[in-house]
C-alpha cells in the first residue's frame, strides 16, 4: 500500500510533503478560476490554528497550508483597474538557449505549432 512507504519517513517529512502537494492542486484551482474570469488570490500568514478550528479540521486529521478568497471585483469601486501594469521585460525573465533549432523537436508543444525553448531565471 503507498501509505506504507510514507510510514517510515516520520510525521515531519509526511506534512512537509502534503503541503507540497496542496499547493500543486492549489495552482491549478487558481488556474482554473482566471479562465472562468473569477478573481482568487493566495493567501498565507493567516492563523492555521484558528482556521484550522473555525473549519473543524482537527477532528478530520486535516490542516489549512494556504487559503484562497474567491469573488468577482467590483469594477466600480476597483482603484487599481485602470492603473498602469507593469511586466518584466522577456530579456530580463527568461534565459533562452543558445542552440534553438537543435532542441525545437524536443520541445514543441504537440498540436499547437509552438516551441518553448526558454527557461525562467533565478530571482535575484
Known sequence: MLLDLYEPMGKEW??????????????????????????????EGFDNTKMDEFLGLEELQLKSVVIMPIGYREEANDWL??????????????????????WKSE???????????????QLK
Open 14 to 43: 509526511q506534512e512537509n510533503r502534503c503541503v507540497k502537494q496542496a499547493y500543486i492542486s492549489f495552482t491549478l484551482a487558481l488556474a482554473a478560476a482566471a479562465e472562468q474570469k473569477v478573481d482568487v488570490t493566495p493567501m
Open 107 to 121: 520541445l514543441s508543444i504537440p498540436g499547437s505549432g509552438k516551441t518553448s525553448v526558454g527557461m525562467p531565471r
Open 81 to 102: 483597474l485602470n492603473l498602469k501594469k507593469w511586466r518584466t521585460p522577456k530579456d530580463e525573465f527568461v534565459t533562452e538557449y543558445p542552440d534553438k533549432d537543435k
